[in-house]
């Protein structure tokens, strides 16, 4: 297998538009044959964005292996350049009709060593598993993940392929999804100070140091944070150029946000496009610690989904939650949330 490499945004444009067809294409192959359907087929901005981004705060590495010039296996990373810069996130696919021939475990060994060349040594990878793959094998092995709260199946072939390349099974996290409109039936208002804001769009200018300090304590005040890398840094200007990113590829964000006395308590964002309006992506939610115990983040996720059943096409929201994370579990059943996958979180330190 021939492997080449692109770095977001080095690559040549006119050779990298003549490539987004076999590409998106292998993608989609990939996802058909993962069973986690058709809302999860690639988006043609993303792909083209993980291959030109310029973003001075985040950028990706990919990998294609080729069999006589045709594509069947490939790799990304993605590498945060202003903090854990000794971190990647990583992912690699094989074509169905080529796997169980070391195409896979050939890949990943390249992009390892690239990876710890570039002084990248504490990587994370993840599975998807869809929710009826699973329950077909209840009755297999199973392997525990490291927090001691849920299982895969050993014999998926994702799972028996990271643990046998070294990685450790660190968190298993619950994809589910809702229909926006169970949150209009859903009276959750409460009798106190706190004030529930929602936009659409790009964040306002005096909301972007709020939404900051909510993205920094998302990086550490979430259940197991500290395996998946350190505090991140955000400002007011890394949140502008977030969304001057998701702008450019067609993403459009939903926000509410909860405010008491002029603080921020809380947040929760879902992401949607035009390339398939009907779908939209839980992104981040937190409750800042002194803030919680008030069904805060179950009113911002229904006030959410309110706004984008009023003012968007979006018809239902995928999420993914930590299942040690019972109490936002328990908020998502609350807002209508039913299980459709797993995602196995995976580590392990080249060092
Ligand atoms: C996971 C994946 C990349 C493996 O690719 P591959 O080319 O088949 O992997 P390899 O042939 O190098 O397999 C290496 C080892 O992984 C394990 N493995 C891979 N597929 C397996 C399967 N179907 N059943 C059991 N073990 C399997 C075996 O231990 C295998 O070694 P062996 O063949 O000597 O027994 C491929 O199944 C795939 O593309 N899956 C969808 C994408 C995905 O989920 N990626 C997540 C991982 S980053």
Not at 145 to 167: D, I, M, N, Q
Not at 234 to 262: F, H, Q, S
Not at 299 to 306: F, I, Q, S, Y
Not at 310 to 319: C, D, F, P
Request: hydrophobic content about 40%.
């Amino acid at each position: 297998m021939e492997i080449t490499r692109i770095r977001s945004g080095h690559g040549d444009p006119a050779a990298i538009e003549a490539l987004l067809p076999e590409l998106l294409a292998f993608d989609t192959l990939i996802n058909r044959a993962s069973g986690l359907g058709e809302d999860f087929d690639p988006n043609p901005e993303d792909l083209r964005h993980s291959l030109t981004s310029t973003s001075r705060y985040r950028s990706y590495l990919t990998w294609l292996g080729r069999l006589d010039g045709v594509i069947v296996a490939k790799g990304v990373a993605e590498l945060q350049l202003t903090s854990n810069t000794d971190t990647a996130e990583l992912w690699c696919g094989v074509h169905p009709d080529h796997r169980r021939h070391g195409l896979g475990s050939a890949l990943l060994t390249v992009m390892e060593d690239d990876l710890a060349a570039e002084g990248r040594s504490a990587l994370t990878s993840y599975c998807e598993i869809p929710e009826s793959v699973r329950t077909a094998d209840l009755r297999g092995a199973h392997l525990a993940a490291e927090t001691g709260a849920g299982t895969l199946p050993a014999a998926a072939p994702e799972v028996s392929f990271l643990s046998r390349r070294g990685y450790g099974f660190a968190q298993i996290e619950r994809c589910s999804v809702a229909p926006t409109a169970t949150a209009a039936e859903l009276d959750l208002d409460a009798d106190d100070d706190y004030v529930i804001e929602t936009w659409r769009g790009p964040v306002p200018e005096e909301r972007l140091e709020h939404i900051a300090l909510l993205k920094r304590r998302m990086s550490t005040d979430t259940p197991g944070a500290e395996k998946f890398g350190g505090e991140e840094s955000w400002d007011g200007e890394r949140v502008r150029a977030l969304d001057a990113e998701k702008k450019a590829r067609g993403e459009e964000m939903a926000t509410a946000l909860a405010i008491l006395g002029g603080e921020p308590a809380g947040f929760t964002q879902v992401g949607h496009s035009a390339a398939r309006p009907t779908v939209g992506w839980q992104g981040g939610t937190l409750v800042r610690k002194e803030h919680r115990g008030h069904r805060l983040g179950a009113r911002l996720k229904v006030a959410n989904h309110r706004s984008l059943a009023e003012h968007s096409a979006v018809e239902r929201v995928y999420t993914w939650n930590a299942v040690e994370n019972s109490w936002m579990l328990a908020i998502n059943d609350q807002a209508g949330f039913a299980t459709w996958a797993w995602v196995g979180l995976w580590t392990k330190d080249l060092r």
